[in-house]
């Protein structure tokens, strides 16, 4: 079955740290990949997409991500985070018909 | 409108009760979505929308949940005699519908979060 990864639960930084969430799926076929961020008392909503072109993608608020096809994996990176960016981070995968399935959230918290 | 809108907010129940669930998506999206989420779990896809038909109902977790669409607009999800287990937040979401399918950037609504006592 086609699932998503996101090997870590939960993430605890200090200010100016570099942040790299992991995200891995199972599907060998095209995919379009997604990362939703959900801030504190906020809605979920897009941080960046990659659908074709160009593997590495910049998205809102400095944050990056890589798809490399061979790993299966589309990695969140930001160089420097702040206290604002604590929030729970979704990866999600995109493989055809209706669905796009969600992996189960990275919380981040960020200490100032 | 401006956003997804959901309601109830927030919906405690006893279990053996039915209760609704309402999104309304933003105007001009065809394309509607439910998602559950529980505790330290991740966004479990419910059902798919385009228009008022459901090509993909797939996740429903058992008979006891349905969901419907009128007008394109407003949809309902619907949970029958109420188990603990469903107790969660759902989540709707709506997209163009444009592209097909959901490889559409969503927009959520802040969710419903359902207690079942």
């Known amino acids: 079955a086609q699932s998503v990864s996101q090997h870590n639960h939960h993430v605890i930084l200090s200010e100016a740290a570099s942040l790299e969430l992991g995200c891995n799926y199972s599907?060998?076929?095209?995919?379009?990949l997604f990362w939703y961020v959900q801030y504190p008392g906020q809605h979920l909503q897009l941080l960046l997409k990659y659908f074709s072109g160009d593997p590495l993608v910049k998205g809102i608020k400095g944050f990056e991500a890589e798809f490399i096809k061979s790993k299966f994996s589309f990695n969140l990176r930001k160089p420097s985070v702040q206290w604002s960016d604590t929030a729970e981070y979704f990866c999600a995968v995109y493989t055809g018909g209706f669905k796009t399935i969600f992996g189960a959230g990275t919380r981040l918290f960020v200490k100032a | 409108g401006a956003g997804v809108s959901q309601s109830p907010s927030n919906k405690v129940t006893e279990k053996g009760k039915d209760v609704e669930l309402r999104c309304d998506p933003i105007?001009?999206?065809?394309?509607l979505y439910w998602y559950r989420q529980s505790l330290g779990q991740g966004l479990e896809f419910l059902i798919y929308f385009q228009g008022n038909s459901a090509p993909d109902k797939s996740g429903l977790p058992s008979d006891r949940f349905s969901a419907e669409r009128t007008g394109g607009s407003v949809s309902t999800l619907t949970i029958q005699r109420t188990q603990q287990e469903d107790s969660a937040v759902y989540l709707c979401?709506?997209?163009?519908?444009?592209?097909?399918?959901?490889?559409?950037?969503?927009?959520f609504g802040p969710g419903t979060r359902l207690l079942v006592l």
């Open positions: 599907y060998g076929g095209t995919v379009n």
């Open positions: 105007s001009g999206h065809t394309a």
């Open positions: 979401a709506s997209s163009s519908g444009l592209a097909g399918g959901s490889q559409e950037t969503q927009y």
